[in-house]
């Protein structure tokens, strides 16, 4: 029988096999700064995809399913399935399809911008509502709110860590 399960003592186990060991050390390392939050979110945002992956399944979805909490994939770039160009306002979307099934939506963040953000839920949430949180996580720029702020989090650590050596 094939192990889908997920387990930070284990590693990721994607249909049966291990995943990349660089998967494992995101993902334990995500895991390892969320212990650390004063307060659990009720939701989570990762940059990164959800259901939107050829195995269905990921870092979202795996995060998600390793946190029981509501997940959302939201990345710069397509890794799976066809859309059509949406319009240029912000706020416009198509669906992202792969196979026969929708499996996320992708959004243009800000009006007059070449870029767009692939939603996929990862667990515990479904492609509507990842879709609508995103959009009012925007605001106008080009990631959502909450990975724009993980992400200057992060790089004001690094300089700090530089400043220290």
């Not at 939603?119 to 949180?133: D, K, T, Y």
């Amino acid at each position: 029988m094939a192990d889908s399960t997920w387990s930070s003592e284990q590693g990721m186990r994607l249909a049966g096999r291990v995943a990349t060991p660089e998967d494992d050390v995101v993902a334990r390392g995500i895991l390892a700064v969320i212990r650390l939050l004063e307060h659990e979110p009720d939701l989570f945002v990762f940059d990164g995809q959800g259901i939107a992956h050829m195995r269905g399944l990921g870092l979202a979805s795996h995060l998600g399913l390793a946190l029981d909490k509501p997940s959302i994939g939201c990345a710069k770039s397509r890794l799976v399935g066809r859309y059509e160009e949406s319009g240029s306002a912000q706020g416009d979307s198509s669906p992202l399809t792969y196979g026969r099934r929708v499996v996320g939506t992708v959004i243009r963040p800000a009006t007059g911008r070449k870029a767009l953000l692939f939603v996929s839920p990862g667990h515990r949430i479904g492609v509507e509502g990842s879709a609508r949180i995103v959009t009012e996580c925007v605001r106008g720029r080009i990631a959502p709110e909450p990975t724009r702020l993980a992400h200057e989090l992060v790089t004001a650590a690094r300089k700090e860590q530089i400043i220290v050596s």
